[in-house]
């Protein structure tokens, strides 16, 4: 193989193969000599491949872990396999590897060629993920657009659904996606608006990049515009982080609830079973723990996530989540006695409440 850069190519997919390679038998696959191979391990080294090399009789190479991580070399069942799963780890809030599952792939797809990504597309619409219920699901694709369009200062448009259903076209200067663990949203300003923005990523739909560079405007230290579920204005200026921008935001649109909430198990059991953003309790002595946070969730998730820790518990505030659950509690316990309003005959789907049908 004479062509210099296409060696070192197929050199570096042969290391990157876990094992090591005797020099004779890298000449041999690659149609050269010991000694070209030699040249070709030192021209990976000074580009950055960590490769070692072994002595004795029969010298052997292999790539090892270095100080950073040098670009890869994958094949076509590889580049699918890693695909498909970052479009997992993306597409459903994945806490702790939801960000970096959308950075990873947008450079992914940016170089995968058209008949990978079809077979990426097939195998992904060809299964059905099992999901808890409690967070929303996205199509990867609205993802990895918004995020190259944020990496690369490029306008988008896109169609809008609000919280009370109304629906609008958007032209924003995206500035960062940001995952709660339960839901994406998108920072951006709103050029029609004229102010900063955070859209719910599930309501954003048809989302395209114009073509059009900007230039990054400062985000507000303080205050927010939000399209996430109401409230509007933004604050000071300055530079500001997303994640506290879109805290602040969301403190606008639901008022915050201060949790304290007594748990009959252990710290360790406890908070297993709850959210990270909702904190860790802290063990009371005696065998069980408590909860005091704040969060700016829904009452009705909140409650949904407390009896789902599976353990006797207690709610000494705030008021509106006790008296929530007290009603829940009640709803509960007339339903397992059957003594809750009774259906009407016949009602199904064709009577009542009707379904969508197959």
């Not at 052997?60 to 699918?80: K, T």
Request: hydrophobic letters at 35%; glycine letters at 12%; one cysteine or more.
């Amino acid at each position: 193989m004479s062509d210099t850069p296409a060696r070192l190519l197929k050199l570096l997919s042969l290391l990157q193969t876990p094992r090591e390679w005797p020099g004779g038998e890298l000449a041999e696959r690659l149609d050269v000599s010991p000694r070209t191979i030699r040249r070709d391990i030192d021209r990976l080294r000074d580009l950055g491949y960590p490769v070692e090399a072994s002595r004795g009789s029969v010298g052997g190479y292999r790539l090892v872990a270095g100080a950073a991580m040098p670009p890869l070399l994958l094949d076509d069942e590889e580049a699918v396999a890693i695909a498909v799963g970052l479009r997992a780890g993306a597409g459903h809030a994945i806490e702790g590897v939801d960000e970096a599952s959308v950075r990873a792939l947008a450079k992914l797809e940016q170089v995968l060629p058209s008949r990978l990504r079809h077979r990426v597309s097939v195998l992904q619409n060809a299964t059905v993920p099992l999901t808890r219920g409690d967070g929303s699901t996205i199509d990867p694709r609205t993802l990895t657009t918004l995020a190259s369009a944020a990496t690369g200062r490029e306008r988008l448009r896109f169609a809008y659904r609000s919280g009370d259903g109304t629906r609008t076209k958007r032209q924003v200067e995206p500035y960062r996606l940001v995952s709660t663990g339960q839901r994406w949203y998108l920072v951006a300003y709103d050029i029609g608006r004229e102010d900063w923005r955070t859209f719910r990523v599930d309501r954003v739909g048809e989302p395209y990049a114009t073509g059009a560079r900007f230039t990054p405007r400062p985000l507000p230290v303080e205050g927010a515009g939000s399209d996430a579920g109401g409230g509007t204005g933004s604050g000071g200026t300055g530079s500001g982080d997303a994640a506290t921008f879109l805290a602040r935001s969301m403190r606008r649109m639901q008022p915050e609830l201060r949790l304290d909430v007594w748990f009959g198990a252990p710290a360790e059991f406890v908070t297993a079973r709850l959210p990270a953003h909702l904190g860790a309790p802290e063990p009371d002595g005696q065998g069980g723990c408590r909860l005091r946070s704040s969060c700016t969730d829904s009452l009705e998730w909140v409650a949904l996530r407390l009896a789902l820790v599976d353990c006797e518990f207690s709610v000494q505030g705030p008021p509106q989540l006790v008296a929530y659950l007290e009603g829940l509690g009640a709803r509960l316990t007339r339903a397992a006695a059957g003594a809750g309003p009774q259906p009407r005959q016949g009602a199904g789907p064709e009577q009542g409440e009707r379904g969508e049908q197959g």
